[in-house]
């Protein structure tokens, strides 16, 4: 695939908090309605262990284009027929990647799981993603290279995420205008430190000179 044919899941522009956390919460439930247990740790009579098999296998977004898992998050998305050229590709990526997800934490959004514990780790040796990675991660556009970048980001990170975020990262990472800004702001994140602002020294309350 080539980036002048990549998915772009909507108009350009930026999505208000409202629709941000409801596709957040959409991207959440879709993925626990294929877990074993529900959050409640009870089993989940509608999990579909074979589908996540299928999504975490999937070497390429082309390989999931015929999954029921996949059009389920497209319609639940709200992505109609006349876009799906546009929509399904980035909605198959984000189902892939997110099989690979075992535990949804909220505490753990992707780039400060990725990145240094400590804002005085300068050289990153606590990063779960190298600053190479992360080079390749952000310079990627190619669908089948970001499903690639973001299915490593998964396994780097350790088993639990939180799910939400990383589905609207995926979702917005092909929109010319949010894809920056959520590429920036993954940056920042990652060399952040766990709320630590860049500048600041290691006390988060320290205004930056």
């Known amino acids: 695939m080539t980036e002048a044919s990549g998915p772009a899941p909507s108009e350009v522009r930026d999505v208000p908090p409202a629709e941000r956390d409801q596709r957040r919460r959409i991207v959440r439930h879709w993925w626990q309605s294929l877990q074993p247990l529900r959050a409640d740790g009870t089993p989940n009579p509608s999990a579909d262990r074979g589908a996540l098999a299928r999504l975490r296998r999937a070497a390429t977004p082309l390989d999931i284009l015929d999954e029921e898992a996949v059009f389920d998050l497209h319609r639940r998305l709200r992505f109609g027929r006349g876009k799906s050229d546009r929509t399904l590709v980035t909605v198959a990526i984000t189902a892939s990647v997110l099989a690979r997800v075992r535990e949804h934490d909220p505490q753990r959004k992707p780039a ?38 973001m299915r490593r980001l998964v396994d780097l990170c350790g088993p639990a995420l939180d799910v939400g975020a990383l589905g609207v990262l995926i979702l917005d990472w092909f929109d010319d205008d949010r894809g920056r800004k959520a590429r920036t702001r993954f940056a920042y994140d990652y060399y952040a430190a766990s709320g630590s602002l860049p500048g600041a020294g290691d006390n988060p309350g320290t205004p930056a000179s």
């Open 112 to 149: 400060r799981a990725a990145g240094r514990e400590r804002f005085a780790d300068a050289e990153l040796e606590t990063a779960a993603l190298s600053p190479g990675r992360l080079r390749r991660l952000l310079a990627a556009r190619d669908p089948d290279e970001v499903h690639r970048q």
